[in-house]
Each structure stands twice: as C-alpha cells, then as structure tokens.
C-alpha cells in the first residue's frame, strides 16, 4: 500500500496532500489522507487503480473531485464512520455529485437516502477492496469503523491482506475519541464502550494493519493528542492507555483529562443527520467603509482575517481579530453568537475564500459581505492599535506599574499552571464576562498568542486597553516570573 501525508501542523487550510510517501508491504492500494488541519481532522481516499472509496469526506468536496481526477479513478462508496460533532459532512453531496452509494449505519436517524449498513456487513469495492463495518461505539452510540482487506494478495481460500482500519473517532494514535459528547447523561456509558471498541479492533486485526482515524490531529473530538502522524494495531496495542490500562483506570484518567469543547458542536450532528448540501464558496457582496461601521454599530460582527501582528498595529475599529494562521474556524465558530452576519476583511481574495472554505465546514456557509486591502479602506475613522509584548516584558514591568494580567487559557491550563496573581477568563467565556475583568491595562496571554490576540481584539472592541502577550507559555517561567499550579 502506498500512503501520502503530510503534517497536520503545516498544511495550509485548504490542503489535500503533501509529499511524504510510504510503503507497506503486500499490498499495493493507495491511501490517500485529505488533511483539514485547523480543525484537527483526517478524511481519506482509497482506490486500487480503478476504483475509490471515501472515509468521512469534509463539506468542501472540491478536493476529493481533484483528487479522483488527478489519480485517475472512479468513486463508488462514501463512508461515514459517525454523525460528526466537530464538521459538517460533504458524504451526501459527493455522493449525489458522483453517483456513489453513500454508506452510513442504518441505527443513525437521517433525514435522507442512503445505504445502510451494521455490524458485521461487508462492502465490496471494485474486485479487490472489501470493507467490513465494526460497530465500535463509545465517541457516539452508533459509531462505526471500516476495516479494509484487499483480496488482490495472496491465494486459495480466505486469502488477502488486512491492510488496516479506518477508526473514525474510535482508536486515534495514542488515544481515543472523548465520550462526552452526547451529553453528561451518556458520558459515563459511553466512555466504557470505548474501552470496548479499542480492546475489540486490537483482537479482530493483526498487528500490521494501519490505524487510519479522522480525529486526533488538534481535534477537539479527542480525548487527549499525540504527535504522531501514523501508526498500526501493533504500536497502539502497546502504547495506547485504551490498550495498555485497565478499563477502570482507562475511564478515571480519560474523565478526568476532559476539558471545553466548542460550542459550535451543537450544531453538526443535527445539520449531518438532515443531510448537507454542497457549499456556495462564490464570492459574498463587497462592503465599502461606510457598511462595515454599520454593520459593526449593529451588533454583526466584523472579522479581520491578518496575522495578529498586522492586527494589533492597525485595525478598524470595533472589529475582531481571527487570523487565518491558526485555529480560525475553531474559535470563531465557538465564540460567535450562533447565526450572526459575519463578515469577513482579507488583505486578498485568496484570503476570503480560505475563510469561506474553512467556515462551511462548520456550517457558516454564508458569509454577510466582505472586504479586501487594509485598515485604511475598511473605516472611516483613524485605525486602532494596541501594544504586543512577550512575558520577558511582562517579567520587567508588572510590579513597577497599575495592570491586570489576564489569562484566556481553559481552566484546565490554567490549572496546570499560571502565572501568580494571573485572572483566568477562558476565551470562550470573554464575550459574556467582559465586566469580570478588572479594571486597568489588561495584559492578555494564552499559551501561544494566537487566542491572547482574539481576546485583546474583543476587550479593545469593548473599549479597554490590552497589551498582546505574543509568547509562548513556556518562557514565563524561563524569564523569572512565579507560576503557581501542581505543574509549577
């Protein structure tokens, strides 16, 4: 089987592939994984030559249409481990758009047609790829997994190769899909199931097969993350806590790691289950200065898509800041109110359309207007600016100056270990407890920078002063400043 990735940190929002290619002996299929990056996920093209199959498509099916041109194929099956809770699925639209059976678990309650399948039941693609579907639940109820023998090796009776398991949000590498989900009420059955699932695709496949899950790549859907970028039955059967502890203790440290998850989840399974249309990723109406302050004197929001360094600089007023090198679509789709005109301010088209792309996959498909150049062709006022520094300058100057250090990391970072005396308002929770906020020059950090700007963009739009810490976490401490916590 030839495998092509490449890393998830580093691929660009609408990336398929990368370059990096790998071999496994016995079988010559191609796997293909379609990375999404910024929100943590994997889906996958298989094909032998002729013909493909699909796991767990994204809603911008352009990328699997190029694909399948590029390598020459044909598309016969979508797959659908679960009802996702972290994107919206493009399984119905690539299906209508190709003529392919669209294979979904027939216990899912859908609103639309299509091939059902449970536990056991085996898939035939072309005349060598057969799929088995696994019930393996515990990320959902009814969530399935898909293991993959191709019949093109070997000989005589039962021959062929197990080549590996599409695990969904089942086994990740090194860890497992988080069981809550559903909700509290499930939570505690759910996380047993899990245990179960992993501990059952351990037993039924050997220790070369490949583990090919969607989630587990920054993705909120886990539990817990590796930096790993492949891996088999065999690595995850001794290094995997799912494979290597006991159910009880499997359950006490998975509960016990679980933090936030984005509100926008609320939304995906409900809008999978009613079965998505493909996008409109045109361009959205073009608003000159005088629209944006309306839009932003109206309560829409306006967001400014430039690096943090750009925004901090210069900025229309009242706008907010969610640069597309990080994780765009995560936190706008968690922060902003449900159903709000967005608009969107690029320096290009090109920038636009990442946006776009990246918010259809989570169901924003539409953006109010949008707007390209810089500060100065998107207000009619003066733009605004704020400071950025680093913890070294916070290190200097707090005990020499009036200023409240505000720290946007989860609770469970923050718990880890924080900066002494630091107030912790998670970025998720800002919007509703600006006023929390002590009063002063409000120095604002997470653990990277990519939040501390969201968050200093929404306390300037709320007319405070921030300073950006554009930081690492990690050099608090290197630079003398006194972290309280049990990490500390």
């Known amino acids: 089987m030839t495998a092509t990735s490449s890393p998830a940190d580093s691929s660009p929002a609408g990336s398929t592939t990368g370059t990096t290619t790998g071999t496994t002996t016995g079988t010559s299929l191609t796997v293909v994984p379609i990375e999404t990056p910024t929100l943590g996920d994997r889906s996958y093209l298989v094909h032998d030559g002729e013909v493909a199959f699909v796991v767990d498509p994204q809603r911008d099916i352009d990328r699997v249409l190029d694909l399948l041109d590029a390598h020459g194929v044909r598309l016969t099956h979508v797959l659908e481990t679960?009802?996702?809770?972290?994107?919206?699925?493009?399984?119905?639209?690539?299906?209508?758009?190709?003529?392919?059976?669209?294979?979904?678990?027939?216990?899912?309650?859908?609103?639309?047609?299509?091939?059902?399948?449970?536990?056991?039941?085996?898939?035939?693609?072309?005349?060598?790829?057969?799929?088995?579907?696994?019930?393996?639940?515990?990320?959902?109820?009814?969530?399935?997994?898909?293991?993959?023998?191709d019949l093109g090796t070997g000989t005589g009776t039962g021959t062929g190769t197990d080549v590996g398991v599409f695990s969904g949000g089942s086994l990740l590498f090194g860890a497992?899909?988080?069981?809550?989900?559903?909700?509290?009420?499930?939570?505690?059955?759910?996380?047993r199931h899990q245990h179960a699932s992993a501990h059952r695709l351990a037993a039924l496949l050997p220790d070369e097969a490949e583990v090919f899950p969607t989630h587990g790549f920054g993705s909120f859907c886990s539990a817990t993350q590796s930096d790993a970028t492949s891996s088999t039955i065999g690595r995850e059967r001794s290094t995997n806590p799912v494979l290597t502890q006991d159910e009880q203790s499997y359950v006490d440290e998975l509960l016990a790691g679980l933090g936030a998850w984005p509100a926008y989840y609320a939304h995906m399974a409900p809008a999978n289950a009613a079965g998505p249309s493909a996008p409109d990723l045109s361009p959205p109406a073009r608003a000159d200065a005088e629209e944006l302050r309306r839009r932003i004197e109206a309560g829409e929001w306006v967001v400014d898509l430039r690096h943090r360094t750009a925004f901090a600089a210069g900025?229309?007023?009242?706008?907010?800041?969610?640069?597309?090198d990080g994780g765009f679509a995560t936190y706008l789709g968690w922060l902003v109110p449900w159903g709000t005109p967005l608009t969107l301010l690029g320096e290009s088209a090109a920038d636009v359309a990442a946006a776009q792309r990246e918010l259809v996959r989570i169901g924003i498909d539409r953006p109010a207007a949008h707007a390209t150049g810089g500060p100065e062709q998107w207000s009619t006022r003066a733009p605004a600016s704020f400071a950025t520094a680093t913890f070294a300058d916070l290190a200097q100057v707090r005990h020499h100056r009036d200023m409240v250090v505000l720290d946007v990391r989860r609770a469970d970072e923050h718990a880890a270990a924080a900066v002494a005396g630091a107030v912790n308002v998670p970025l998720h929770e800002l919007l509703d407890r600006v006023g929390e906020v002590p009063p002063g020059e409000v120095w604002v950090h997470c653990a990277g920078g990519y939040r501390a700007?969201?968050?200093?963009?929404?306390?300037?739009?709320?007319?405070?002063?921030?300073?950006?810490?554009?930081?690492t976490f990690d050099q608090a401490e290197a630079v003398g400043l006194h972290l309280v916590g049990p990490s500390a």
């Open 453 to 471: 700007s969201v968050a200093a963009s929404i306390l300037d739009a709320h007319g405070r002063r921030p300073v950006a810490i554009d930081d």
């Open 315 to 324: 900025h229309a007023p009242g706008t907010l800041n969610f640069g597309l």
């Open 82 to 149: 679960h009802l996702h809770n972290d994107y919206v699925t493009g399984g119905l639209a690539l299906a209508e758009a190709t003529g392919a059976s669209y294979v979904v678990n027939g216990a899912d309650e859908v609103a639309f047609a299509r091939t059902p399948v449970a536990d056991g039941e085996v898939v035939a693609v072309g005349e060598r790829m057969r799929v088995t579907a696994l019930a393996t639940p515990g990320h959902t109820f009814t969530h399935l997994a898909y293991a993959l023998r």
């Open 176 to 191: 497992t899909g988080r069981p809550d989900l559903l909700g509290p009420e499930h939570t505690h059955d759910l996380v």
